[in-house]
């Protein structure tokens, strides 16, 4: 019988349990998964703890890459055989075998590896829709981007670099930042000691950024805000460090602007999911997007997966093998 991670309650790791799991034919519209990899995200931590709540008991995970071993009814986007990644709901990601809304795969190309695919898609379709749809970097920008030797974060260096974008990247550790600078950022400030905004404003000699990309949360919030130029756009993506508080309306003096964006929203139509994923799968085939998979946990490890993420002791990639 087929294994999977599933919770019955909200809390730390220690709630996940490696259980047996029934497994019955896709319904109409579904497609079967036989996961080889499973993204790690830090998503999955704050439906594990509650912050994002999901009905119980649940399933968890969203992301990750495998073949197609049948089709229910309707099915013509992909067939049996395929191989395919996927990065978005239903929870569930963290088994051997699920069935998925076939309308949520795309098919991954023979030149990127089944890791890779798991790896890369929430995080690689997130820095897409950062930086091609939320706010569209061009050429010559300076932006200031959180956590840039994280998961999406060094995916974002080297896409930013690709475009032509100064980074101001933000590290805790003077390895992660060596490891940031590696992957492109041209900065990088280690927040624990040094005070951002004032760096930021020494490094653009006054001029200060349009856009920070915060996925830090309450420890960089202010931070982000005292870092942008008039007009600047606050992108605040995550909460690594925990919710950002309530705030006024006051702190957006300066006409700043801030914005809460998702991944799904920009994915629930298939022609937009395509366009993200195709564009993603451009930039890694042609080399100047490097997937690269630090951590590597076996799927029954997936409670000690979550506490090295939150305790800030991974970097770049993790995947889950079943």
């Not at 319904?27 to 990899?37: C, D, F, I, K, T």
């Not at 856009?211 to 606050?234: E, I, W």
């Not at 993506?237 to 702190?251: R, Y």
Request: charged share 20%; aromatic share 6%.
């Amino acid at each position: 019988m087929p294994k999977a991670i599933r919770f019955s309650q909200n809390g730390g790791p220690e709630v996940l349990q490696y259980v047996d799991v029934e497994v019955g034919a896709p319904g109409p519209g579904e497609a079967q998964v036989r996961h080889h990899a499973i993204g790690l995200n830090f998503i999955d931590c704050y439906v594990r703890s509650g912050l994002y709540p999901s009905p119980m008991p649940s399933g968890l995970g969203t992301e990750g890459a495998g073949e197609v071993v049948a089709v229910g009814a309707g099915v013509t986007v992909v067939k049996p055989g395929d191989r395919v990644a996927y990065a978005g709901g239903p929870q569930g990601a963290y088994s051997e075998v699920r069935n998925m809304p076939a309308g949520k795969l795309v098919k991954l190309p023979s030149k990127i590896g089944f890791e890779a695919g798991a790896a890369m898609m929430l995080k690689g379709m997130t820095v897409q829709y950062l930086f091609r749809r939320t706010y569209k970097l061009q050429k010559g920008q300076t932006i200031l981007f959180h956590a840039a030797a994280g998961g999406v974060g060094l995916i974002a260096m080297q896409w930013a670099k690709a475009l032509g974008v100064t980074v101001i990247g933000t590290a805790g550790s003077k390895e992660k930042a060596e490891l940031a600078r590696a992957h492109g950022a041209d900065h990088v400030i280690l927040y624990r000691e040094e005070n951002v905004a004032e760096r930021v404003r020494e490094i653009t000699q006054g001029a200060m950024v349009p856009v920070v990309y915060d996925s830090v949360g309450k420890d960089t919030f202010q931070a982000s805000l005292d870092s942008l130029a008039p007009f600047g756009l606050m992108v605040s993506f995550g909460n690594a460090s925990g919710p950002v508080p309530p705030m006024p309306l006051t702190a957006l003096k300066g006409t700043l602007y801030i914005t809460r964006p998702s991944l799904m929203p920009h994915t629930e139509k298939r022609e937009n999911l395509e366009e993200i994923a195709g564009d993603l799968m451009k930039m890694v085939s042609s080399g100047k997007v490097k997937i690269e998979i630090e951590q590597r946990y076996k799927l029954a490890d997936a409670a000690q997966a979550h506490r090295d993420l939150e305790g800030r002791k991974t970097t770049g990639s993790t995947v889950l093998l079943p």
